[in-house]
């Protein structure tokens, strides 16, 4: 035994005095500003205070961090979630989507910053602790393949890969399609966004058996109106899933306005 466990070590030390002449060669940076830092993936101290992380109180429902007018709501959920629930379960989210967030997002999901899945997934896990505990399985929100085709990646699929390597979880992908394109839904209001994406979203079915049954937690970057997680969430419960929670990186401060 003592000759693999002396392998082992010198692997790790060779390990680490490759990733520090690296660290000398190109130190590590910040992902959003670029400032110098200790690690690579971590966030300077300007840019990590500038973050609004959501934490408790939430409506236990969708997550909406409540205002103080409605901290005794009923049964601790939000107006929204009383006078209209949603589809899934619960949702939960990291940040709050504000300029700091965007500054990681947007680069993120736009302009090829592949990277900050693993930046975006370690804030995720924490803030979404229980619904990973209670998750059999991971489930990104889809693109349509026109998206998909221009932009070259699914950014909610790298979150559920990077979320899959921290929880241990297994990932299915493609287990959601996009019957038809949709338009952008950021100019519509809550509505309209329910009526653009009815009928939009199944799941494929040669991944109908990997999700009868199953607790799933779907992944996306932004959760908005929650009209997307919604369509995702009847078309899982079609399908047979027992329960569907919502992971996201980031959400507006009310997911249902407008």
């Not at 002449?21 to 590590?28: C, E, S, V």
């Not at 409540?66 to 979630?81: D, H, N, S, V």
């Not at 009928?199 to 494929?204: D, K, S, T, Y």
């Not at 109106?225 to 047979?240: D, I, M, P, V």
Request: proline share 8%; charged share 20%; net charge positive.
């Amino acid at each position: 035994m003592a000759a693999p466990e002396s392998a082992a070590r010198l692997f790790r030390l060779a390990r680490g005095a490759g990733r520090a002449a690296f660290d000398i060669l190109l130190p590590p940076t910040c992902p959003s500003c670029d400032a110098p830092v200790g690690a690579p993936g971590l966030l300077c101290a300007e840019c990590f205070s500038a973050l609004t992380m959501l934490a408790e109180p939430l409506c236990r429902r969708c997550g909406v961090p409540f205002m103080a007018e409605f901290m005794g709501g009923r049964a601790g959920l939000c107006p929204a979630c009383r006078e209209q629930p949603p589809a899934f379960d619960r949702a939960r989210a990291a940040l709050l989507y504000d300029a700091a967030a965007a500054r990681l997002i947007l680069p993120f999901k736009y302009a090829d910053r592949t990277e900050l899945a693993g930046v975006l997934a370690l804030h995720m896990a924490r803030a979404g602790a229980a619904l990973l505990r209670a998750a059999e399985l991971l489930v990104p929100v889809p693109l349509h393949r026109r998206r998909l085709f221009a932009r070259r990646y699914n950014q909610a699929a790298l979150l559920a890969h990077a979320l899959a390597r921290r929880s241990g979880l297994p990932v299915l992908p493609d287990a959601l399609v996009r019957r038809r394109p949709t338009q952008p839904l950021g100019e519509l209001g809550a509505a309209a966004r329910a009526a653009e994406l009815t009928g939009a979203v199944a799941v494929r079915r040669s991944r109908e058996g990997r999700i009868r049954g199953r607790r799933v937690l779907l992944i996306d970057d932004v959760l908005t109106s929650g009209a997307t997680a919604n369509a995702c969430t009847e078309a899982l419960r079609e399908a047979g899933a027992v329960a569907i929670d919502v992971l996201a990186a980031a959400r507006v401060p009310d997911p249902r306005s407008g």
